[in-house]
C-alpha cells in the first residue's frame, strides 16, 4: 500500500509540476541539448515561456563566480520559441529538448517582477504590459553604458501595442516609446510576435535592397553595423517583415530583415 501511495503522489508531484508555465531568464538565451549535459542544439530567447514535460538529474554551474542551482528538465519544445544553431536541421525540431532550471523562473513570478517595475515610472500609470505574447518584456544594455535596460510590450490608451524602453542610468531613468502616432519609423502597432534582446558585436545588417533578398556575404562592409551594446530584434511569424532596431548618435535606427 505504501508503494502504491508513493506512486501516486510522485505522479501529481510531476503533473503539478509540468502544468506551471516558466519563464527563461539567461539574458542571452536558456541553452538547450538533446540531452541533460548532451550536444548543444540551440537557445530559447530570454523572455520566452517553458512547459516543462519531467523534471530530472540536479545540477549547478559557475555564473560570474556564483553557483547556480537546479535541475536538468525535459522541455515542451512546440510551446515555445527555439532557435537552433547554425548547421542545426530543424527536423531536430521532433527529437525531445533539454535545459537547466537555473535559468527559469515561473511566468507569475516573471509578471510580477516586471509590473513592479513598471509602477514605479509614473509616465506609465495608464498603460499596462501586453501579455498577450509568448514574450512581452525584454533586458539588455540598449544604451552602451554598462547598465541594464528593459523594454516592454504594453497597451497604450488608444489599443496600440507600443514598445515601451527604460533607459536605466546609474542615477535615474528615461523613457522612449515607439509606437503611435510619433514613430520615428511609422510603425502605429508593434504587433511582431517575434521579440528578442540581440547581443553586442553581432552583425547587423539590412537583408532587402530593393525587393532583391541578400545574406550576409552578399554586403559591403560599410553596410554592416557592429555595435559594443545591444539591440532589438523583431519579426512576424509568417509574414517577411520585420528588423533591426537599435539606439545610435541619439536617434532609433531600423534595418529591415525580410
Not at 510580477?112 to 501586453?130: C, G, M, R
Amino acid at each position: 500500500m505504501k508503494k502504491i501511495i508513493l506512486l501516486i503522489f510522485l505522479v501529481l508531484n510531476t503533473f503539478v509540476f509540468s502544468q506551471e508555465v516558466f519563464q527563461v531568464i539567461a539574458q542571452e538565451g536558456l541553452t538547450v541539448r538533446l540531452a541533460p549535459n548532451g550536444k548543444r542544439i540551440g537557445k530559447i530567447p530570454y523572455g520566452y515561456p517553458v512547459n516543462i514535460l519531467e523534471k530530472g538529474e540536479p545540477f549547478s554551474i559557475k555564473d560570474n563566480g556564483k553557483a547556480k542551482t537546479g535541475n536538468w528538465v525535459k522541455i515542451d519544445n512546440t510551446s515555445t520559441k527555439v532557435i537552433l544553431d547554425e548547421g542545426i536541421n530543424d527536423s531536430i525540431l521532433k527529437e525531445n529538448f533539454y535545459g537547466f532550471s537555473g535559468y527559469l523562473i515561473t511566468q507569475k513570478d516573471f509578471i510580477n517582477q516586471f509590473e513592479k517595475e513598471i509602477s514605479t515610472h509614473s509616465a506609465l500609470k495608464d498603460f499596462y504590459l501586453d501579455k498577450s505574447y509568448q514574450c512581452f518584456a525584454i533586458k539588455g544594455d540598449f544604451f552602451g553604458d554598462g547598465v541594464i535596460d528593459y523594454l516592454y510590450r504594453m497597451i497604450d490608451t488608444n489599443g496600440n501595442i507600443r514598445f515601451y524602453i527604460i533607459d536605466n542610468q546609474k542615477k535615474g531613468s528615461q523613457i522612449y516609446g515607439l509606437g503611435g502616432e510619433k514613430d520615428p519609423f511609422k510603425i502605429k502597432n508593434y504587433d511582431f510576435p517575434i521579440l528578442m534582446m540581440i547581443p553586442k558585436g553581432t552583425p547587423l545588417w539590412s537583408n532587402s535592397d530593393k525587393g532583391i533578398k541578400r545574406n550576409l556575404n552578399g554586403i559591403s562592409k560599410n553596410e554592416i553595423v557592429t555595435l559594443d551594446y545591444d539591440a532589438i530584434y523583431v519579426h512576424q511569424e509568417n509574414k517577411k517583415e520585420g528588423g533591426f532596431i537599435f539606439r545610435k548618435d541619439g536617434k532609433w535606427n531600423w534595418l529591415n530583415q525580410k
